[in-house]
């Protein structure tokens, strides 16, 4: 029996310490728990935390869409050099994608916020539900302060919306200004986009650098002005929405046989 199925598993208290979630992740998970980043400010805490208590014996993993800036690309080499280890990048299903660009274009992601959704869910949701299929646990940087919708982000809790594993958010507690404290204190690496006003930072078509007073991720999909900021890899599409979606994908993945 894996793990994750195990019903009597003593989870960390709410107040542990990033450290601690992650020490206890390692200690219970093993080679079963992998670190999930963007490239993001608080996925290179998580990286550079975890290599401080793990050496290089890391499990990282993102995931690229095949629009992601080319400045995403250059830090994930950066990393492996500064910390010694390996980054697996996964990949889309290429007939999900040839089906979803015949159909509908390049950047159908302008169209509607369901079509957004739809590229999202195949371009990033799928892959993950893949890679996720091989873990116990999974780690991420989502902080409770980044949006609204993330309010209630446990530090650690079954994730019942991918595959049943469990999900790690070590960072949950902190703040932007925590982050940031940690990379300069740490020099730690960083996207370049972030010192060209990016305060959140995700395929190059989708995001823009923000204003001051702007919400942080205001530069995400900014044309949208009634969705919520989000891919569907942390939070689904619900409602009617939904049922628009769930239509869209079908048609696509249909013909992706
Ligand atoms: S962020 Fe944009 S390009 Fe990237 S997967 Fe989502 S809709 Fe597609």
């Not at 980043?37 to 290599?51: E, F, K, N, P, R």
């Amino acid at each position: 029996m894996s793990l994750a199925a195990t019903p009597s598993l003593t989870l960390p208290s709410a107040s542990a310490s990033a450290e601690d979630v992650l020490k206890w992740g390692f200690s219970v998970f093993g080679p079963r728990i992998g670190i999930c980043t963007s490239l993001q400010a608080t996925g290179m805490v998580i990286v550079d935390m975890a290599s401080r208590l793990a050496g290089s014996d890391l499990k990282v993993f993102t995931i690229d869409t095949g629009r992601l800036p080319t400045e995403t690309h250059e830090l994930i080499g950066k990393v492996r050099s500064r910390y010694g280890i390996e980054i697996e990048v996964i990949s889309p299903d290429d007939s999900e994608v040839d089906g979803m660009v015949s159909r509908h274009g390049p950047d159908l992601f302008r169209d509607s916020v369901s079509k957004r959704r739809m590229c999202c869910e195949i371009r990033k949701v799928r892959p993950l539900q893949r890679k996720l299929r091989e873990l116990d646990a999974w780690v991420v940087g989502l902080r409770r302060g980044q949006s609204e919708t993330r309010q209630d982000v446990s530090k650690v809790a079954l994730d019942e919306q991918h595959a049943g594993v469990y999900k790690l958010c070590p960072l949950a507690a902190w703040s932007n200004a925590e982050v940031w404290s940690y990379i300069r204190g740490y020099d730690v690496p960083y996207h370049d986009l972030y010192d060209q006003g990016y305060t959140s930072i995700g395929c190059a078509p989708c995001t823009r650098a923000t204003s001051d007073g702007e919400d942080a991720r205001a530069g995400r999909w900014w044309w949208e002005t009634d969705a919520s900021k989000e891919c569907g890899i942390h939070v689904s599409p619900n409602g009617a929405m939904r049922r628009e979606f769930d239509v869209l994908l079908d048609e696509v993945l249909v013909r992706a046989g």
